[in-house]
């Protein structure tokens, strides 16, 4: 009964190949975020969204772009992957902006070879 | 450069011990969130404190975020092997666009 579920859980691509990782949310929650979790960095902000079709950059989006067709998807796609972007990507969801706690998936383990 | 820097990074105790993890800035955030993160997991939130000063309990965690809302500090008495995990303080800054920021964690081994 998770509220926020990604997909895949874990993959493996090659460099330069296209890659993209859902989220899926059932809390009918306006804003939605990728973040990647790096050791040492915590987690940093790839990509937001604060209703269907509106998204922003967050402070690493270089080489990722975002889509946000429904409520309940947030799509993240590298666009072409490199080696940096070998990482374990989270998605969260709010139901307020710039306040209150977020919920995360599980998380997606990428690694680009 | 970090936003929000915790320290210790790393900390390896024996149970029944006492800790202090601290989350610091320069910045002053509207509130503060502490969350705790198991292996293949995503964090979960623990606590959030908006007010300077402010301290909650949460069974043997107590949460205090600083009189000038820049600092906070996780204390946790008694340590459980229970509590073994990766510990991450995050805020919404207050100037700017609010967005959650993340300290990079401390990672808290308790052993029996």
């Known amino acids: 009964d998770a509220g926020i579920t990604q997909s895949p859980r874990h993959k493996v691509t090659e460099t330069g190949t296209p890659v993209t990782l859902r989220c899926h949310q059932t809390?009918?929650?306006?804003?939605m975020y990728w973040y990647r979790q790096d050791p040492g960095h915590g987690l940093r902000l790839i990509h937001y969204s604060y209703g269907v079709k509106d998204t922003d950059k967050g402070e690493v989006s270089d080489g990722y772009s975002v889509s946000r067709s429904k409520t309940e998807d947030f799509l993240l796609t590298l666009e072409s992957a490199t080696s940096s972007q070998t990482s374990v990507y989270f998605c969260?969801?709010?139901?307020?902006w710039g306040s209150g706690g977020y919920t995360f998936g599980s998380g997606t383990r990428l690694t680009v070879v | 450069t970090q936003l929000l820097e915790q320290s210790p990074q790393f900390l390896s105790i024996q149970e029944g011990e006492n800790l202090t993890v601290y989350c610091n800035s320069s910045s002053v955030f509207s509130s503060l969130q502490w969350y705790r993160q198991e292996p293949g997991e995503g964090p979960v939130l623990l606590v959030t404190v908006v007010t300077g000063g402010e301290v909650k309990k949460l069974k043997r965690l107590t949460f205090q975020f600083g009189d000038a809302r820049k600092d906070s500090s996780l204390h946790i008495t008694a340590a459980q092997p229970g509590d073994t995990g990766l510990y991450l303080c995050a805020g919404h800054v207050i100037q700017g666009a609010q967005k959650l920021v993340f300290g990079q964690g401390t990672r808290l081994t308790i052993n029996p």
């Open positions: 969260a969801i709010s139901d307020q």
């Open positions: 809390e009918n929650h306006r804003y």
